[in-house]
């Protein structure tokens, strides 16, 4: 009886450690898994930064790249665009309103962008504007001042001669009948338009004058 007892308390002090190990181990377990769960999601949330990262500088990169784009469109459009002799648009309207006088004066940007357009030598065609209406001169003919006939061009509505509405309209016209009646036919030179354009034998030097006037002034 006393032996059985003995063995009771043995093996029940047995179970409890047996327990007690147990929960140890188990402690351990949950431990260790939690680490392992704490290093996961480091690993984890470092992935997430390296793709922000990567996607940061991959729009850096995009970005620095655009602005390039950018400034080489910048200096391709302000390239110097000439349109006659060496000249810009401006430049080439400044060099005719040096010469162009009265009613007509400050209307080089007119003419120049008028000639360039048609393909009309803007010389040649200031050439004709100012011998044929004499603002290069005194004063402007009768029919350039109230009818804003810079060439002398044939119609109505001034008499026998052609009106327009204003300076520029006019200048546009003769520039325009320049094109039409004598470019389009191959008359690009003063000699060549000369026989055409006028009965004097004397018009081809006159305009010759003059465009060598506009090219030297």
Not at 99 to 123: F, M, R
């Amino acid at each position: 009886m006393h032996n059985t007892r003995i063995i009771c308390i043995i093996t029940s002090f047995i179970g409890i450690i047996m327990i007690s190990m147990g929960l140890v181990m188990q402690a351990d377990y949950s431990k260790s898994r939690v680490f392992r769960d704490s290093l996961e999601m480091n690993r984890v949330a470092a992935s997430a930064n390296m793709i922000v990262k990567n996607k940061s500088e991959e729009k850096t990169s995009n970005n620095l790249l655009l602005t390039e784009i950018n400034m080489e469109t910048t200096d391709a459009s302000i390239i110097r665009q000439e349109v006659y002799e060496g000249m810009t648009m401006e430049e080439l309207a400044e060099k005719l309103n040096r010469t162009l006088k009265n009613e007509i004066a400050g209307q080089g940007y007119v003419i120049a962008n008028k000639c360039i357009e048609l393909g009309v030598d803007p010389y040649i065609a200031t050439a004709i504007i100012m011998h044929e209406t004499g603002c290069g001169q005194k004063q402007c003919s009768n029919i350039a001042r109230n009818c804003y006939n810079f060439g002398g061009q044939k119609g109505s509505g001034c008499g026998m001669y052609k009106r327009y509405n204003s300076v520029q309209e006019g200048l546009e016209g003769i520039i325009t009948n320049l094109y039409k009646n004598y470019y389009a036919y191959g008359l690009t030179t003063v000699e060549a338009i000369g026989p055409k354009y006028a009965e004097s034998n004397t018009w081809v030097g006159k305009i010759n004058w003059y465009v060598n006037k506009i090219r030297n002034t």
